[in-house]
Structure formats: C-alpha cells, structure tokens
C-alpha cells in the first residue's frame, strides 16, 4: 500500500515536469528565429546578335539600396566562379548563374536558356543582409 502511495505521488510531479519541457520548447523556438530576408531582384533583357553563331551574356551587379552603385559581385556559371568577367560568349544552351556579393542577398537563376544569336543583359540587383555577419 505504500508503494503505490509513492507511485501515485511520483505521478504529478511527472506531469508538471512534462508541461514545463514542452513550453521550454516552444519558447525557444521563438528566440532564435534569423530575420526573414527580401530576395534580391533582377531584370534580363533579350536581343538577338549581328552574328547569328555567337551568344552572348551579360551580367550587371548594382547595389539594390543605392540603385547606380555597381558592385565587384562574385558570378558562378554552372559551377565555374568568374570574379572580374562580366561579359561571356557562350554556346547555347540551359545555365545556372549565381551572383553573390559579401553582406548582400545572393541572387540565383537557374536554366537560363541561352539559344543561338542571343545577346542576353541581366541587371543584377542586390539586397543588404540583415542577419548576421561572421
């Protein structure tokens, strides 16, 4: 009979501990939340070329803050990491481009189709970073 007196005493000290677990984490949850980021933008302009064999991409990288400051932005064309290019001739095709900058929102596009005569201008528009800074 004692022992189960024991038992049923062990029972709601149990609960409570439970209860205090399980808003312990939910509280937590909410604190450590990183601040929601704006994507970065950009605009892509098409034309075709005199030479109707070459392709060509361009690629423009601007502060999106100070619209006419232009930024020495990192570009990544299906995995190749170009850093002072910013003109390329190409042969058609789907690419993946990437344009990152430090502090700012890293833009992506991916399978931009690029086919024969094209002559393609994106204007890369960047956004500050809000979170952290490591």
């Excluded at 070459?54 to 020495?72: A, H, L, M, R």
């Excluded at 990544?76 to 430090?102: C, P, R, T, Y």
Aim: include cysteine.
């Amino acid at each position: 009979m004692k022992d189960m007196l024991k038992a049923m005493r062990k029972v709601p000290s149990v609960n409570k501990l439970i209860c205090l677990l399980i808003s312990l984490i939910f509280v937590n949850c909410g604190i450590n939340k990183i601040p929601q980021q704006q994507k970065s933008e950009y605009s892509l302009e098409k034309f075709k070329s005199l030479n109707s064999l070459d392709s060509w991409v361009t690629i423009k990288t601007y502060d999106k803050e100070i619209f006419q400051n232009t930024i020495p932005a990192s570009i990544q064309i299906n995995n190749l990491i170009f850093s002072e290019k910013k003109v390329f001739n190409v042969k058609a095709g789907k690419f993946d481009i990437s344009v990152d900058f430090f502090n700012k929102v890293g833009l992506k596009i991916e399978k931009l189709k690029v086919e024969e005569g094209d002559s393609i201008i994106i204007k890369a528009h960047l956004r500050d970073y809000k979170g952290p800074t490591y």
